[in-house]
């Protein structure tokens, strides 16, 4: 996969990259893996926004991922297409039994490339199996944190994480953000890296196309009236926040920590902080 640029027509044209799509290989999905998909805005379900600066943008369809494949199946791509709900790209896949399923696509996908899953899968890029089967140094994505619950971390675009070590049933990994922790041998995880590596290197380039992702504008706070944000107010002119950096809501922010999770302190070797532990 590599950048395309455009003709410097426009202004936003001089600036705007985009993926050429040259892997995939189909535009229309699968109908039975494709659900509706609602526009909620950044609201959630009492109409209060949870999330600020989402509105608008293209309506899209979600595409049914398996993030838990049974072990035992012998898998091959069909297809490899674009999904407009994360940054990757998926793969539809078939199984011995002529069961479709949609996948992450890693590096190595292609047309015609076999997977298998399970303690009989050969240790090749795309297979997946248990943390405990992967020899120490491979590098690997879809990472179970929980056993059978399925990959929740290492999901995203050109992400990959790397296996450390071994020992009294947890397995040490590097993940993508630098931080080290641990997780049990018996979760299961891909080998390899997530596919569309080149997509942090895209310019949006233009605020139109930053609308039709359903984004909309992020104004400073340093700009508002003070019964907008903490840094608002002022006798007009340029100024700065005069007090530490904060949320409209007045918590502190850049620096200050707000992780509270101490049910999994325990399995952060090294955090991704300056090498502090959380």
Known sequence: MSIKAYRPTTPAQRQKTTQD????????????????????????????????????????????????????????????????????????????????YYILADTNMRQGLEIQTGEEAPIETSNRMAIEQIPVGTQIYAIELTPGKGAQAVRAAGASAQLMAKENGYATIRMPSGEVRKVLTTCTAAIGVVGNVQHQNVKIGSAGRKRRKGIRPTVRGVVMNACDHPHGGGDGGRHGSGKAPRTPWGQLTLGYRTRHNKKTNKMIVRSRHQGKRK
């Open 21 to 100: 799509f040259d892997q995939i290989t189909t535009r229309k999905p699968l109908k039975s893996l494709v659900q509706s998909k609602k526009q909620n805005a950044g609201r959630n379900n009492q109409g209060r926004i949870t999330v600020r600066h989402r509105g608008g943008g293209v309506k899209r369809h979600y595409r049914i991922l398996t993030h838990n494949l049974p072990a035992g199946l012998t898998l091959r791509v069909e297809e490899i297409e674009y999904d407009p709900n994360r940054s990757a790209r998926i793969a539809r896949v078939k199984d011995q039994n002529g069961v479709y």
